[in-house]
């Protein structure tokens, strides 16, 4: 095995942990993922910085948390001067490529202000989150002009699907018993199959991509990490035959959710349960329209990773290839009378990880499940200490789960952080939120899940007693319930205010700072014997003649 490994990063877009058979599903079988596990170590409790794409994503790519990369919700510009795992990746000699989504939105403005022409060398990296973009696709064209297009449409196209829209007509509509071309917005519609072959799907595409740039690598020789970035299972709800009559309203789990939610005095969860989404969702029969599509989506990418992995076998890949799959955010499906994300029940916020390092450190822990407390943002300084990048603990907030992957110690963390900007949403509108006071924030210990909403009072779910999440104790009198949540908002408090990462404090900053008084600044000194004794030099080679 040479040294460093490369790294496929696999990423598939709103997949909840537990609609996986290694995850606990008891319908929706995906045993190329599980064997995958079977290789690797299985995360229990990774959770995302927040339960939406951007962010979650902008954290991912940059190893920072909300707060500090800025990027707050889907289209915020990430800072043309923030710097990425790529950025990290790039310095030390490997290459960092993306195919797939980002959902990335770049600084134009910062670019502008800086004379960076988005085109040059240095503009692409900044506008593609620092990835060499081999193939971006951020899946969502419901207005595709020409000149918008990605080159999956281009690719349609050339295959024969050929519209003013081809992503909208063929990969995302289906075609009912007459013929008519009905589109799958519409959730009536996501049983339909996907008015396109199996192997011409956006699953089926990107990963003939992810293929085509493994191929090349093998020629470059430099070591890599590709990020394949899936676009589905994200809506709309879609997948082509044979996928799309797989399953069934008998392979349905029922939803985890009670009465007395739906009844709740919280303002924001009463908003939230008010929203179009969750109001949709909390029907049964547009769950049992939609699941059975979103299975097929996930049995379908389980099917594409089984070929992309013998593949990656058969071209001696495999042996010197880490794998970590994961999603950027579950996915509510009607549980706790909830739609899409956006919130911090399980199962938007904790999502699968699987990582399977090949190296010979890692035979230790080969079929293990680590239930440590791991963050998204934990997966760039693994990634850059895999690939020969030093730390840099002055930019990076997350922490390297090489030593779990290695049965050794050296990892821990008290509690997981998820924070969400809702300022765009509905549930502000409603509220009369301004964009300033739309923001709630999740710390979770394992147990406790406390959920601070501004201007309101807060959310809490004990774990241990509760585990779908079903009593908010966040007003509850009990005493116990009341030290718990002054503790978490202690705790919240402390991150919020603890010392923040510096960019621009390299080691040699650092440095400088701290021999002031070697290099004749003298702050306090009474005479040349104090300075000799602090310092440990004489003073006259400071200052020459400088002793009587």
Not at 224 to 251: G, T
Not at 283 to 298: F, H, Q
Not at 470 to 477: C, E, Y
Request: proline share 7%.
């Amino acid at each position: 095995m040479s040294t460093p490994p490369n790294v496929l990063w696999i990423m598939a877009d709103q997949l909840r942990f537990d609609y996986l058979s290694c995850y606990g599903h008891p319908h929706l079988h995906t045993p190329h993922i599980d064997a995958l596990a079977a290789r690797g170590v299985r995360f229990t409790n990774a959770y995302v910085q927040s339960p939406v794409c951007g962010p979650s994503r902008m954290s991912a790519y940059t190893g920072r948390y909300v707060r500090s990369h800025g990027s707050t919700w889907n289209g915020m510009p990430l800072r043309v001067g923030e710097p990425t795992l790529g950025d990290h990746l790039r310095a030390a000699g490997a290459r960092a490529v993306l195919v797939g989504k980002t959902h990335m939105a770049a600084d134009l403005e910062g670019m502008a202000w800086l004379g960076i022409d988005p085109k040059s060398q240095i503009g692409v990296a900044r506008s593609e989150c620092g990835f060499d973009p081999f193939e971006r696709d951020d899946g969502l064209h419901p207005d595709s002009a020409r000149q918008n297009w990605s080159a999956y449409d281009d690719y349609l196209v050339a295959h024969g699907f050929a519209s003013d829209n081809p992503w909208h007509d063929f990969a995302n509509s289906g075609v009912d018993a007459d013929g008519q071309r009905l589109s799958a917005w519409l959730l009536k519609n996501s049983r339909l199959a996907a008015n396109v072959p199996e192997e011409h799907s956006e699953t089926a595409y990107m990963t003939d991509r992810a293929m085509d740039f493994m191929r090349q690598a093998q020629a470059d020789g430099r070591p890599w990490m590709c990020h394949l970035s899936y676009i589905k299972p994200h809506w709309p709800y879609i997948v082509p035959a044979p996928y799309h009559d797989m399953y069934d309203a008998s392979h349905i789990v029922p939803p985890v959710r009670h009465g007395a939610e739906f009844d709740t005095d919280h303002p924001l969860l009463r908003a939230y349960l008010d929203a179009r989404v969750c109001k949709s969702f909390s029907r049964d029969e547009v769950r049992e329209t939609v699941i059975p599509a979103y299975m097929g989506l996930i049995k379908q990418l389980d099917d594409n990773l089984g070929r992309l992995f013998a593949w990656m076998q058969a071209q001696g890949l495999a042996e010197n290839t880490i794998i970590a799959f994961t999603s950027d955010h579950g996915d509510y499906m009607g549980d706790h009378w909830m739609g899409d994300k956006d919130f911090y029940h399980e199962m938007a916020v904790k999502v699968p990880l699987i990582i399977a390092d090949p190296r010979p450190e890692a035979d230790a822990t080969r079929g293990q499940a680590s239930d440590a407390l791991v963050e998204m943002i934990d997966l760039a300084p693994t990634f850059m200490a895999a690939l020969g990048a030093g730390a840099k603990p002055h930019i990076i907030e997350g922490r390297d789960l090489t030593p779990i992957l290695h049965g050794q110690d050296g990892f821990s963390r008290r509690y997981v952080i998820s924070e969400h900007d809702y300022h765009w949403s509905e549930m502000a509108r409603a509220l009369g939120q301004p964009q300033e006071d739309a923001h709630t924030k999740m710390i979770f210990d394992g147990r406790w899940k406390y959920i601070r909403c501004e201007g309101f009072r807060p959310v809490m779910f004990d774990l241990a007693t509760d585990p779908d999440e079903l009593t908010d104790i966040g007003a509850s009198d009990l005493p116990e319930h009341q030290q718990v949540r002054a503790r978490m908002e202690a705790a919240l408090l402390q991150w919020a205010t603890r010392h923040h990462t510096r960019i621009t404090a390299t080691p040699a900053v650092l440095a400088r700072q701290k021999i002031a008084a070697e290099t004749g600044i003298l702050i306090g000194f009474w005479d040349e014997d104090e300075y000799e004794q602090t310092v440990g030099k004489p003073f006259s080679a400071l200052v020459p003649h400088g002793r009587p």
